[in-house]
Protein backbone atom coordinates (compact mmCIF):
# COMPACT_ATOMS: atom_id res chain seq x y z
CA UNK A 1 0.00 0.00 0.00
CA UNK A 2 1.02 3.83 0.07
CA UNK A 3 4.71 4.36 1.07
CA UNK A 4 5.42 7.82 1.49
CA UNK A 5 9.31 9.27 1.80
CA UNK A 6 10.29 12.70 3.13
CA UNK A 7 13.58 14.28 2.26
CA UNK A 8 13.30 17.46 5.07
CA UNK A 9 16.53 19.40 6.14
CA UNK A 10 18.14 17.97 9.66
CA UNK A 11 16.95 19.83 12.64
CA UNK A 12 13.13 18.67 13.42
CA UNK A 13 12.82 17.05 16.56
CA UNK A 14 11.10 13.71 17.43
CA UNK A 15 7.60 15.45 18.27
CA UNK A 16 7.96 17.60 14.73
CA UNK A 17 8.50 13.85 12.58
CA UNK A 18 5.68 12.04 15.26
CA UNK A 19 3.69 14.81 14.21
CA UNK A 20 4.35 14.67 10.52
CA UNK A 21 4.07 10.41 10.18
CA UNK A 22 0.63 10.80 11.78
CA UNK A 23 -0.62 13.75 9.84
CA UNK A 24 0.73 12.01 6.23
CA UNK A 25 -0.72 8.35 7.94
CA UNK A 26 -4.39 9.73 8.29
CA UNK A 27 -4.09 11.58 4.90
CA UNK A 28 -2.85 8.60 2.55
CA UNK A 29 -5.73 6.41 4.57
CA UNK A 30 -8.26 8.21 4.04
CA UNK A 31 -7.64 8.84 0.34
CA UNK A 32 -6.23 5.60 -0.56
CA UNK A 33 -8.94 4.10 1.70
CA UNK A 34 -6.83 1.52 3.58
CA UNK A 35 -6.16 1.17 7.04
CA UNK A 36 -3.27 3.20 8.94
CA UNK A 37 -1.06 0.04 9.45
CA UNK A 38 -1.14 -0.32 5.40
CA UNK A 39 0.55 3.06 5.02
CA UNK A 40 4.42 3.28 5.91
CA UNK A 41 6.10 6.74 6.15
CA UNK A 42 9.81 7.13 5.88
CA UNK A 43 11.20 10.03 7.03
CA UNK A 44 15.13 10.74 6.17
CA UNK A 45 17.32 13.89 7.58
CA UNK A 46 19.03 15.56 4.94
CA UNK A 47 22.52 17.87 5.78
CA UNK A 48 21.50 21.46 4.70
CA UNK A 49 25.10 20.86 2.53
CA UNK A 50 23.76 18.44 0.77
CA UNK A 51 20.13 20.09 -0.39
CA UNK A 52 20.34 22.48 -3.37
CA UNK A 53 18.07 24.85 -4.29
CA UNK A 54 18.01 27.43 -6.90
CA UNK A 55 21.72 26.55 -7.78
CA UNK A 56 23.00 27.10 -4.13
CA UNK A 57 23.47 24.51 -1.32
CA UNK A 58 21.09 25.46 1.68
CA UNK A 59 23.52 26.13 3.85
CA UNK A 60 24.75 28.85 1.77
CA UNK A 61 21.16 29.96 2.07
CA UNK A 62 20.91 29.13 5.80
CA UNK A 63 23.76 31.86 6.24
CA UNK A 64 22.38 34.35 3.94
CA UNK A 65 19.15 34.63 5.41
CA UNK A 66 19.22 32.45 8.28
CA UNK A 67 16.74 29.80 7.14
CA UNK A 68 14.01 32.27 7.24
CA UNK A 69 11.79 30.16 4.61
CA UNK A 70 11.58 27.13 6.59
CA UNK A 71 12.92 23.54 6.74
CA UNK A 72 12.75 21.77 3.17
CA UNK A 73 11.10 24.58 1.22
Known amino acids: MPVIT ?3 WQ ?3 RAQ ?3 LV ?3 TETA ?3 AHCPHEAVTVIVRD ?3 A ?3 KGGTLADELLG ?3 GADGAGS
Do not use: F, T
Open 6 to 8: VDW
Open 11 to 13: GND
Open 17 to 19: RAE
Open 22 to 24: REL
Open 29 to 31: SRV
Open 46 to 48: VEP
Open 50 to 52: YWG
Open 64 to 66: ADD
